[in-house]
């Protein structure tokens, strides 16, 4: 059974809270439920996290080195300018996948950048709790070339 890191960055946990015409009115433990059940369907064993602290995500993106098969990453804010996030994700060369919940290319323009995407295998963005799902299934069916 593959096993996935699913990381959430900076304010994933006040979903339900902040820009509803963002990001809906599902709260965090529901995007947990939701990313549970369809892992479950995939035969996933999945570990979720969060954190608003830059570091603590470079820390579990460290500590699934030789524990994890996959990641599945929202960076969050993150994503725009952490370059540390995107060296943890090149140094432990686990295939990860950026999902975001909005589409940050329809957004404003300092969004539209992701620093963090190439360190990943794929971006999937304006999906919503879905873009989730996607990323757990390509990567239940990932095989490194």
Do not use: W
């Not at 035969?43 to 599945?72: C, F, P, R």
């Not at 329809?106 to 999937?124: L, M, N, W, Y």
Request: charged share 20%; net charge neutral; hydrophobic share 45%.
């Amino acid at each position: 059974m593959k096993k996935i890191l699913v990381i959430n960055g900076p304010n994933i946990n006040l979903l339900g809270i902040r820009e509803k015409d963002i990001y809906g009115k599902c709260d965090f433990a529901s995007l947990c439920a939701y990313i549970k059940k369809e892992a479950a369907k995939l035969e996933l064993k999945v570990e979720i996290v969060q954190s608003n602290h830059e570091g603590e995500i470079v820390d579990a993106i460290q500590k699934a080195y030789g524990v994890y098969d996959g990641i599945v990453i929202n960076p969050a804010a993150l994503t725009h300018y952490s370059i540390a996030v995107l060296d943890a994700l090149k140094a432990v060369n686990i295939p990860a996948i950026e999902v975001h919940l909005s589409n940050i290319h329809a957004r404003e323009e300092f969004r539209h950048k992701s620093v963090t995407a190439s360190g990943c295998i794929g971006q999937i963005c304006g999906l919503g709790f879905v873009g989730y799902a996607l990323a757990l299934k390509a990567l239940a069916g990932y095989k490194a070339e």
